[in-house]
């Protein structure tokens, strides 16, 4: 049987039709890429971290992470997507149960080799329900649907766990310059727009110097983040800020907002892994 997750927020969180998402997703890109200036060509990330919010909120942030991708679009053959449960309780990272997840722009396959090298673990389960509803990888998808060709993809739903287990999986499917990491994650939740401000740029400076330290206060994908963080530091990873903001600054209330930022992490040239 071929299992297939279906889109849940295709139509609230970003448009329903293929036609219109690929498009709106291409207008993201396109302004991303004029944002960022025509400058050298930058070697593309080996991991990215990404907003989840609604397209209107927080895509334009996340394009700016993506668009980096484009110059390995035939080379990326691998995701490792992982971000938080919003709305089913799990302990550990958890894997979906199925082959492949869908989106309005087709289908993403599961990676068989991918779950094989971290089915084993303890801190990783199976569990459907976590990913049924959850928003915060699927988002992703679009995204990764137009900068990238053919992807397989491993989508773990963190839920209660260390940064340790979380940077333990990271390694186990670290791979080569074929495997991108994405952590999907959104910043402080319904402060006033200043205290965000506030909030946020502290939580960009403890990931731009590699300290595993962020609280949920900070980031609701903070244990991916922190998981993250601490493989980067081993890896030697060089972490940059593409963007930040927060919703009150795109299309929502100045008084409760949420914080977005788009950060690459490249390798150093020339390094070992």
């Not at 930058?42 to 927080?58: D, M």
């Not at 959104?186 to 330290?213: G, K, N």
């Not at 409760?256 to 390798?267: H, I, K, M, N, S």
């Amino acid at each position: 049987m071929h299992h297939v997750r279906p889109p849940a927020v295709a139509g609230s969180f970003y448009p329903e039709q293929a036609g219109v998402l690929s498009r709106t997703v291409a207008t993201l890109l396109a302004e991303a890429s004029h944002a960022s200036g025509p400058g050298t060509p930058q070697p593309w990330p080996k991991a990215i971290i990404v907003p989840h919010a609604g397209y209107i909120y927080s895509g334009a942030t996340a394009a700016l992470a993506y668009v980096r991708l484009q110059a390995a679009r035939d080379r990326i053959r691998r995701v490792v997507l992982l971000g938080p449960v919003h709305r089913v309780p799990v302990r550990g990272l958890a894997l979906p149960g199925v082959d492949a997840f869908a989106t309005p722009l087709g289908q993403v396959p599961i990676d068989p080799d991918a779950v094989a090298l971290i089915a084993g673990m303890r801190q990783v389960v199976v569990s459907p329900a976590a990913h049924a509803q959850e928003h915060a990888l699927e988002v992703q998808l679009p995204f990764l649907q137009a900068v990238l060709d053919d992807f397989t993809l491993l989508p773990l739903a963190v839920g209660n766990a260390t940064a340790e287990e979380v940077a333990q999986v990271l390694e186990a499917v670290w791979g080569g310059d074929e495997t991108l990491i994405v952590i999907s994650s959104d910043l402080s939740h319904f402060l006033p727009h200043a205290a965000a401000q506030a909030m946020d740029r502290t939580s960009v400076q403890a990931m731009l110097a590699l300290e595993p330290t962020l609280s949920h206060q900070q980031a609701c994908g903070g244990t991916a983040v922190n998981g993250l963080l601490l493989a980067a530091r081993r890896h030697r990873l060089r972490p940059q800020l593409l963007g930040l903001c927060n919703s009150g600054d795109t299309a929502g209330d100045r008084q409760r907002v949420v914080g977005y930022a788009a950060l690459a992490f490249t390798e150093e040239p020339g390094h070992d892994h």
